[in-house]
């Protein structure tokens, strides 16, 4: 009569069955092991699920202006990954990727450095960022002698390395603080009190 019996070496399960008279068969099955994470920074997001799905993890991706929007897996480029590049991912584990559209990496690719916008109007900012819209937020000050609706400030300062995906911040002046009555924000009659930046973005 055989005899089984269960093995764990080294990560895989050996099934072992002694057939008596010191004869025994063993069975080995493999579990999966954990993988490395390889750069899938500027890679299609479609490459990224080809590997998310060999390497047996749960992938999840997010746009840059936030949710899964990606019209085209092919079309769609990563930016960023969590966890980071080299560190091992067990089977069922979790990825994280952040990525733009073709657009959208277009744009960042013509803009490898931060335009000067400070002195812009905020309609001509909102127009020239609209590609990476979703990168771009902006808030209003009180300032004195600065016409309403122009930019006073942004981060990253112009000339600035800009990388994919990077946060923008523009500032920009509602005048001097008795033009406003007391609303913090431009183009109060037409926005409900919101600057045309915030107007249409779900930041504000």
Not at 114 to 137: C, D, I, L, N
Not at 145 to 154: F, L, N, Y
Not at 180 to 190: L, T
Request: with cysteine; proline share 6%.
């Amino acid at each position: 009569m055989a005899v089984g019996g269960l093995v764990v070496l080294g990560g895989c399960t050996a099934v072992v069955l002694n057939l008596g008279d010191g004869a025994r068969v063993a069975a080995v099955a493999s579990s999966p092991a954990a993988a490395t994470l390889p750069d899938l920074r500027g890679k299609s997001l479609e490459h990224a699920r080809v590997k998310a799905e060999a390497g047996g993890w749960d992938l999840e991706s997010d746009s840059l202006a936030g949710g899964d929007t990606c019209p085209d897996s092919d079309a769609c480029f990563v930016y960023r990954v969590k966890p980071g590049v080299g560190e091992l991912v067990q089977p069922g584990g979790k990825v994280e990727v952040r990525y733009v559209t073709k657009s959208e990496r277009a744009w960042y690719r013509k803009h490898t450095r931060m335009p000067k916008v400070v002195g812009w109007t905020e309609e001509r900012a909102r127009k020239s960022f609209a590609p990476v819209a979703g990168a771009v937020t902006s808030e209003s000050e009180e300032s004195a002698g600065v016409p309403t609706g122009q930019v006073i400030g942004q981060s990253p300062k112009a000339g600035k390395p800009l990388k994919v995906g990077q946060a923008v911040k523009l500032t920009v002046s509602r005048g001097p603080s008795d033009t406003g009555a007391g609303d913090p924000d431009v183009d109060v009659d037409n926005h409900d009190g919101e600057s045309k930046f915030c107007s249409r973005r779900k930041w504000c």
